[in-house]
Nanobody, 115 residues
Framework: QVQLVESGGGLVQPGGSLRLSCAAS????????MGWYRQAPGKQRELVAA???????NYADSVKGRFTISRDNGKNTVSLQMNSLKPEDTAVYYC?????????WGQGTQVTVSS
């Protein structure tokens, strides 16, 4: 059974930082591309950051220079370090694992940026 379990969300003031983590089980983690997506109320889900199995990263323009994605293949985890958070970063953040036609999602974790 595949499981992606996110943690680390919460309430933070503008300019603050949060670190999201996603623990994967039931997959050959190192072979999967991992990503973080987010969905704000009334908006479509969008890609925030992704990291390929070989370590190449990709970021949405809106988070470049502020967010960093990383993976630990020994621990089957992917993390998203979020700095300089803005109110517009408020959303539910989802962990994603992809390999060929296999596509798995976590349950999501809420991130709220507000003073």
């Amino acid at each position: 059974q595949v499981q992606l379990v996110e943690s680390g969300g919460g309430l933070v003031q503008p300019g603050g930082s949060l670190r999201l983590s996603c623990a994967a089980s039931g997959i050959s983690f190192s072979a999967y591309a991992m990503g973080w997506y987010r969905q704000a109320p009334g908006k479509q889900r969008e890609l925030v950051a992704a990291i390929a199995s070989g370590g190449i990263t990709n970021y949405a323009d809106s988070v470049k220079g502020r967010f960093t994605i990383s993976r630990d293949n020994g621990k089957n985890t992917v993390s998203l370090q979020m700095n300089s958070l803005k109110p517009e970063d408020t959303a539910v953040y989802y962990c994603n694992a992809q390999q060929a036609r296999r596509d798995y999602w976590g349950q999501g974790t809420q991130v709220t940026v507000s003073s």
